[in-house]
């Protein structure tokens, strides 16, 4: 424990003062901010908040527009588009059309009169961004996200977003806006408003553009897309979202002071009439194959929309097979099914990560081993939520897993290597490969798979993460793919193996079973450990294994390594009632065996430790004198850690109360 909190506080030094080097970089964004009002007369609580905007970024310069500036701006510098701009049916379809006018032609910020800016910008723009935007909202089915007024179930708020001039998201959704300025998009104003200029559109130019940039070669676009978290931009003042309306890691706040749906205009009783989609939901080709990007039509022409002059229908169209489980309701199909989050590192990095609730899906429909003693964490949906994750506990708490585990490997020799068996989405391998550090990543799930290829690919570090898809095991047991029934001729097949590749043999989603009742195998896996995996003259600095329930087995294929040459740093997502489920007799013998191998300082996280840090913080609260310390002071003082220091003594309790709660992580 002392060990990982050295390496955190090292590791914070270092990024503030890497920060401020960042900090006074120049940047390709102008320092320009531009905001809109429909008259010169502001309000006093809008002037409040546009002061913030000032107060923070003293060195930017404010651009204000009333309508009629907006009108002259669009006829001097855009006359090709004043025609559109003039025959939109809203004003507020004007005030987004004339956003990404002013930001294509000038670059700079634009943002809502009603945001609030408590981050100076300088902060979180890097030196080579072009377009910053952020997330702002998820669902996995598309009721749900209709239900909430949204039009896309992973949706782009554009209340904020900063940009280089002539950036080709922003002219591709102006070309797009002055194309059908009287399309009919569905059977709602409202909706047809977000879906002619508002996120609707937004987010699939966002997408689009991201995914010609994860097809190209590092380097090889200039327009880069970097897509914030969703606490950066897009939490709440209520706090309903479950990010808290104080929370430090809030950029901007939108306080939703405007007023622009039509009351009625959420007509929700015909569902079966449904809006176009005018974005194409097939893969692009990069930028390269295509000239730039691609129209926002191609590849959909069937589903392009009716001018209003025509007086044409619109569209029905019929629901899908599985629509019953969501409603009569559909949305146009996402530009991509993986989405690329910012992640809140130094230097910053995008991951893939999935739709919200798909990791469970997948996890489920696969036949995990015992779901309520292993439960399955969504990480996809915390990193878009937070742009940090760490395993059972809440992904801002300081100094976190990611910063200890990276900075241990800043303080040995530049060989060491992260061996990063189960990484998932690829959190932590990225988050070392960002700092220049080597990787060896051990995956097997294709979603997961899929999504860290593109990542690294994305983020230019395949030279850095080797990507190990083999199967792992212990000598001493047999994987069996198929067994020969004992009653009767034909093979008895491992139900999790059919049609797949061999998958590493913890996988909850796929994994490889030992041959049951005593059964002959017949097909035989093949599997790797990693004793045999690394030779003696690789330099292992760090281990992390999340193995949901197989780490004893794990481990075990690692125990010439351990003997001989352990890693100074290990880290073990341990899940006794998982282990027990699947056949490991005692989980402590694990932690016995970690002892025997020289790591005596030991610190645990998770609800166990939460627990304790609650019942000694109450103590000492309930204790306190009147003349002694303010509670405020006493919160302070007693500032909950991520880890708790564990002693040999404390195994066996430590065992017994997570499997008492084995849904606890």
């Known amino acids: 424990s002392d060990i990982l909190r050295s390496e955190a506080r090292l590791l914070v030094q270092s990024e503030m003062l890497r920060q401020r080097l960042h900090n006074d970089a120049p940047k390709l964004i102008p320092k320009i901010i531009h905001q809109t009002y429909k008259t010169n007369r502001v309000p006093d609580k809008l002037k409040r908040l546009m002061r913030t905007w000032r107060e923070t970024n003293p060195d930017y310069e404010i651009r204000f527009y009333d309508d009629a500036a907006c009108k002259q701006f669009v006829a001097t510098e855009f006359p090709e588009w004043f025609e559109a701009y003039m025959n939109l049916p809203k004003d507020v379809e004007r005030a987004d059309f004339f956003r990404y006018m002013v930001v294509l032609r000038y670059g700079g910020i634009y943002a809502d009169i009603d945001t609030e800016c408590r981050e100076p910008v300088d902060n979180f723009l890097l030196p080579q961004d072009t377009l910053v935007v952020g997330w702002e909202n998820e669902f996995q089915y598309d009721a749900d996200a209709f239900s909430r007024h949204f039009v896309r179930k992973r949706q782009v708020l554009q209340w904020v977003f900063m940009g280089v001039p002539g950036h080709p998201v922003l002219r591709a959704v102006c070309n797009h806006i002055a194309k059908h300025a009287t399309t009919t998009f569905s059977n709602n104003t409202n909706r047809d408003t977000l879906e002619r200029t508002g996120p609707g559109i937004w987010t699939d130019a966002v997408l689009h553009q991201s995914v010609v940039q994860g097809l190209s070669r590092k380097g090889d676009n200039p327009w880069l897309v970097r897509i914030l978290p969703r606490v950066a931009f897009g939490a709440h003042p209520s706090g309903d979202d479950g990010i808290p309306p104080t929370s430090s890691q809030i950029l901007v706040m939108h306080h939703f002071m405007g007023s622009w749906k039509v009351q009625g205009g959420w007509q929700k009783q015909n569902l079966g009439l449904l809006l176009l989609s005018l974005m194409p939901s097939t893969m692009v080709k990069p930028a390269e194959e295509s000239g730039g990007m691609a129209s926002l039509e191609e590849g959909h022409p069937e589903l392009r929309g009716h001018s209003a002059d025509k007086a044409a229908p619109v569209a029905v169209l019929e629901p899908k097979a599985d629509a019953s489980r969501v409603g009569r309701h559909l949305m146009p199909d996402m530009v991509t099914d993986l989405f690329p989050v910012s992640v809140s590192w130094e230097p910053p990095f995008d991951v893939l990560v999935l739709l919200a609730g798909e990791e469970r899906t997948l996890a489920t429909a696969a036949g995990s081993v015992s779901p309520p003693l292993s439960p399955i964490e969504d990480v996809s949906a915390t990193l878009t939520k937070w742009g940090i994750w760490q395993p059972g506990v ?20 530049r060989s060491a290597v992260l061996i990063d068996v189960g990484s998932g989405l690829g959190y932590f391998s990225l988050a070392a490969a960002a700092r220049g550090h080597h990787v060896h990543a051990f995956e097997t799930r294709p979603s997961h798979l899929r999504a860290l290829h593109g990542s690294l690919s994305r983020n230019g570090f395949n030279d850095l993460v080797k990507l190990h898809t083999a199967p792992l095991g212990v000598p001493s047991l047999e994987y069996c793919l198929a067994w020969q029934r004992r009653h009767g001729p034909s093979p008895k097949p491992n139900a999790s193996a059919i049609g797949k590749e061999p998958r590493l043999f913890y996988d909850e989603e796929a994994r490889l079973e030992r041959g049951a009742h005593g059964d002959p195998c017949v097909l035989p896996a093949e599997i790797e450990f990693l004793d045999e995996i690394f030779g003696s003259d690789l330099d292992m600095g760090a281990l992390r294994i999340s193995a949901e329930g197989w780490d004893g087995w794990l481990l075990e294929g690692a125990a010439k390594i351990m003997e001989t040459r352990p890693p100074p740093i290990v880290v073990v997502e341990l899940r006794p009632a ?88």
């Open 394 to 413: 809440h992904p801002t708490r300081r100094p976190g897993l990611a910063e200890a585990l990276v900075g241990s490997l800043g303080g040995h020799r």
């Open 578 to 665: 998982a282990m027990i489920a699947l056949g490991w007799e005692d989980p402590k013998t694990l932690l016995d065996r970690m002892w025997e191998w020289g790591y005596t300082d030991i610190s645990h996280s998770g609800s166990v430790c939460d627990e304790r840090w609650h019942n000694i913080t109450t103590g000492h609260k309930l204790q306190r004198s009147r003349s002694g310390p303010s509670l405020t002071e006493l919160e302070t003082a007693l500032k909950q850690p991520t880890w708790c220091r564990l002693h040999r003594e404390g195994f066996r309790v430590l065992v017994e109360r997570a499997v008492v709660h084995p849904t606890l992580p």
